[in-house]
């Protein structure tokens, strides 16, 4: 990690001690929700094509399971660090929790670079790492799913590998799969789709109308290239989009259809033909009115928050906006939604697919996106609730709702033994 970054655990400790404190929660409680409840690190051989055996580094944190079985991603970055994956564990459990689904908060990695892998490589290195955690992982005690470059595939591979050992399919043991095998309508796009209901009931706040709103996204994966064509069909003007190569801005619009286009022919937005290009983080202080950061953690930084235009920022990365730049932007006046709220979408129609494999009884998509739309617009209200009872920022805010829920069950059930 270089020196500069911000660590994420110590940003995921600081924002829950932060609303620990707007609530008046009591020391024990602290003690209890600050710390993950399990960690696993494993160290694995993956057979190279070349015959060369590379060992690659893993981990799979459950933070807390107080609410329900672990639930979180599992992301293939060269920069995976334990501590990483420690925050998006805990931001797993609150964002489980303001939504209130059965769930309780985990995250995995592995230290890789998937794009420098063979198709081959990448399914031995999934099936091993699949294996190595197959100690923690199952349908009723740890739900993985894709996050930052792992996909419909890779889910595929976990879900196939964990069956063969058991002998029998085991749909319910990953989330985001592909639909030919359980996977669920809807679930590809329900990061985007959650970010965008909410946005549509939050524009009032700052006096917008959709129609008129101009749009910057960071970040053109899982989750930033659905919200371009998500938001473009809802009526806003996308304005700029970025990937790790770059970024294209064009204060009249760009065309999303033709950007998915160049991003799936040459691999980079940045090939977008009429457009002025910028770096991967210059998208981010563009003129625009809703920004959205759909990469990675500590892009809104002390260093660059002040240089935002926007009206709103919709987080639907984990992790974008470090606590220095969010006391900044609020002073700019600029709305956050934050992550636990606004990508809650994502693992809210995972639960949908869990649902729906243990019941083997599936929903059309119509369904689907009523009932994400419900859980969406719930937990929006909750939040600003909080936000205009209290006078706290409506990470705090969300965060307060999410701590509340997971102290209710805790103390419910009691301090074992
Ligand atoms: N990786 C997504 C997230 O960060 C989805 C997690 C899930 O569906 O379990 O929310």
């Known amino acids: 990690m270089s020196p500069d ?28 929700l600050s710390q993950p409840k399990r960690e696993l690190i494993v160290h694995f051989p993956v057979e190279m094509d070349d015959g060369r055996i590379e060992v690659f580094h ?49 995250k995995g990695g592995v230290q890789v670079d998937p794009r420098k892998l ?44 964990i069956s063969m050992h058991k002998g029998y399919s085991v749909p319910g043991v990953v989330t985001g799969k592909p639909i030919e095998i359980g996977g669920s309508r809807g679930r590809n796009e329900a990061t985007s789709q959650g970010a965008l209901y909410v946005t549509l009931e939050a524009l009032p706040r700052v006096g917008l109308n959709i129609n008129d709103a101009k749009v910057s996204i960071q970040g053109f994966g899982n989750a930033g290239s659905i919200a371009a064509r998500l938001f473009h069909e809802a009526g806003a ?3 700029a989009v970025s990937d790790s190569q770059g970024g294209i801005y064009n204060p009249r619009g760009l065309d999303v259809q033709k950007l998915l286009e160049v991003k799936r022919e040459t691999g980079s937005v940045v090939h977008y033909p009429d457009g002025d290009k910028m770096g991967s983080a210059d998208v981010l202080e563009v003129p625009c009115d809703i920004l959205i950061p759909a990469a990675l953690e500590d892009q809104i930084t002390e260093e660059n928050a002040d240089r935002i235009q926007a ?8 992790g974008p906006t470090t606590p ?19 990508n809650a979408g994502g693992v809210t129609v995972s639960y949908f697919e869990w649902v729906q494999d243990l019941y083997s009884f599936f929903w059309d998509e119509e369904r689907v996106k009523s009932e994400l739309k419900a859980i969406m617009k719930r937990a929006y209200h909750a939040v600003f609730e909080i936000v205009d009872q209290k006078k706290v920022l409506p990470r705090t805010a969300a965060y307060i709702l999410a701590i509340q829920r997971v102290v209710d069950a805790t103390r419910i059930r009691g301090i074992y033994p």
């Not at 009206?311 to 984990?318: I, L, S």
């Not at 220095?324 to 606004?342: F, S």
Request: glycine share 6%; proline share 6%.
């Open 5 to 32: 970054r911000t660590n994420p655990w110590e940003m995921a400790q600081r924002q829950f001690f932060e609303a620990a404190e707007a609530m008046g929660l009591d020391d024990n409680m602290r003690r209890v």
């Open 118 to 161: 063979s198709h081959r490589e990448l399914e031995r290195l999934t099936r091993r790492f699949a294996t190595e955690i197959s100690i923690l992982i199952g349908p009723d005690r740890d739900i993985p799913a894709p996050d930052v470059h792992t996909n419909p595939q890779v889910m595929a591979w976990i879900m196939d590998t």
């Open 311 to 318: 009206r709103m920022v919709v987080e639907a990365a984990n």
């Open 237 to 239: 003007t996308i304005v």
């Open 58 to 106: 893993g981990y799979r944190v459950q933070h807390n399971i107080a609410r329900g079985p672990a639930k979180g991603g599992i992301r293939y970055s060269p920069d995976v660090t334990l501590d990483e994956v420690r925050a998006l564990a805990m931001w797993m459990t609150w964002k489980t929790a303001v939504v209130g689904i059965p769930f309780g908060g985990a």
């Open 324 to 342: 220095e730049a969010d006391r900044i932007l609020h002073d700019k006046g600029i709305l956050v939604l934050p992550d636990i709220l606004a």
